[in-house]
């Protein structure tokens, strides 16, 4: 099985608003830039994205050790997907769950690959991170 890490990002002008998704994906001495834009968008829904749109351009089942910047992301998918899952999608205060679109998305792209989740805090000068940032406000600048 092969070795990915993955760094994520989403940004937004607004929120909502205008927003990117970037991340940068590293194989060996392999790099692969992904982003996007959508015109009308939240900052959660681009976090998302950046993890969706990197784990679903893998074509084989990986070990990966993806970081986000996303404590959303990081603490969603770790601990409230299981219960959210447990109660059809609904919150602990019996709410639907917001962005349940991409929650499902990403649940069925990381159920294909081993991931481990890490968070770093965002604009801490980690270099990966910085990246993953520019690429998505790449995605917003290319709309």
């Known amino acids: 099985m092969g070795y990915v890490e993955i760094f994520t990002d989403g940004a937004c002008r607004g929120n909502p608003g ?31 994205m950046a993890a969706i749109r990197a784990l679903e351009s893998l074509k084989r089942k990986c070990t990966v050790d993806l970081t986000t910047d996303s404590s959303y992301v990081r603490d969603g998918i770790m601990q409230w997907l299981p219960n959210w899952k447990k109660r059809g ?7 639907p769950v917001k962005n349940v679109d991409l929650w499902k998305r990403l649940d069925q792209a990381a159920q294909a690959h081993q991931v481990d989740w890490h968070w770093v805090k965002g604009h801490s000068g980690h270099p990966e991170n910085e990246r993953a940032d520019q690429l998505a406000n790449r995605g917003i600048d290319e709309l």
């Open 18 to 48: 205008p927003g990117g998704w970037g991340a940068l994906l590293r194989y060996g001495d392999h790099e692969k830039e992904l982003y996007g834009g959508e015109a009308e968008t939240t900052n959660n829904r681009m976090e998302l």
């Open 89 to 95: 999608w609904k919150t602990a205060a019996r709410k």
